[in-house]
């Protein structure tokens, strides 16, 4: 494994963004075109709020089975409610994830013009408290979120504001995943080599080890964050839209050494999804004679996420 400090995920302060926007801008830039992933600390969210969070999550995945799986619909793609153990699968890959876990989406009217493409939320009658708490969580992911990609706006030369109409009541999901504890004949490992489907991944909970990305060098990279910092990547729909200047690098979740087996492992990443309605067209600016356009038919971002979640499982053709 490479194990080099050169190269190491950097971390970045969010501090900076409000300080020094276009140094901020050109970091995260940095980061993301060399590793696809960043480091953030001073993320902004609230540690009171994250760790009821976490507190909440184990009491949710600690409930028994047959009533977790009440609140399984297998019909809405595990968009929203409980997905049992063993139910996701990588692409291309052989054995499905050692999961479970939970989705949270964004809460809409019932009349909005996006209710079709977007479930309602299932909750839960206990833990007590949880839909407050999460509903609280998704917005300060949201908040912090946006920041972000005004700070990716500034690195690709688009006006700082250029994402907030492509994100306004964007399909985002929170997801509380429970990696339960691992046998020493387990088949397959926690979460398959894979890249995500969204524009950017908000990831609380890597302090753990097990989460390690794919260098260019073909070897995997441990990333190893401050505790209490985020993980955010680059999401397929982004190096889509930026043809490939931000690159979603393939990332995995490996099984623990055999003394950390008999524990579990949490984490809360938040997948930031543009509106169903957002066209995913190849700026402009990404597209040079040394890097022609990869995709020249536009897509919905409503239409690619149906076409992922058909390639890992979630959702029947």
Not at 154 to 159: M, N, P
């Amino acid at each position: 494994m490479l194990d080099t400090p050169s190269a190491q995920v950097p971390a970045l302060s969010l501090n900076d963004e409000a300080t020094d926007p276009d140094a901020f801008a050109a970091a995260l830039g940095g980061s993301f075109e060399r590793f696809g992933f960043a480091v953030i600390a001073d993320h902004g969210i609230p540690q009171d709020l994250i760790d009821r969070a976490w507190t909440e999550t184990a009491e949710l995945f600690a409930l028994p089975e047959e009533e977790k799986r009440s609140y399984f619909t297998p019909a809405g793609g595990g968009q929203r409610g409980y997905t049992p153990f063993k139910t996701e699968i990588a692409k291309d890959a052989k054995h499905v994830d050692l999961k479970e876990f939970w989705h949270v989406g964004r809460d809409l009217p019932a009349d909005h013009r996006f209710a079709a493409d977007m479930p309602a939320n299932i909750w839960p009658t206990r833990p007590e408290g949880f839909t407050s708490t999460f509903l609280e969580l998704f917005t300060a992911f949201d908040r912090a979120g946006d920041r972000l990609l005004s700070a990716i706006a500034r690195h690709l030369r688009l006006a700082p504001n250029w994402f907030d109409h492509a994100v306004e009541d964007g399909n985002s999901i929170l997801r509380l995943l429970h990696y339960p504890p691992i046998p020493a004949d387990a088949e397959g490992v926690r979460a398959g080599a894979h890249e995500d489907i969204n524009l950017i991944t908000l990831l609380l909970g890597a302090e753990e080890a097990g989460l390690e990305l794919l260098d260019r060098d073909g070897r995997w990279l441990a990333i190893r964050p401050p505790e209490g910092a985020m993980v955010v990547n680059v999401g397929d729909m982004l190096q889509r839209l930026t043809n490939h200047v931000l690159p979603s690098t393939t990332h995995r979740v490996v099984n623990p050494p055999p003394e950390r087996r008999a524990h579990s492992r949490y984490s809360m990443p938040f997948f930031l999804h543009p509106a169903p309605d957002f066209l995913i067209e190849t700026l402009p600016g990404c597209i040079t004679a040394e890097n022609p356009n990869r995709y020249p038919t536009p897509i919905t971002a409503h239409d690619y996420l149906h076409e992922r979640l058909v390639e890992i499982g979630l959702v029947k053709k």
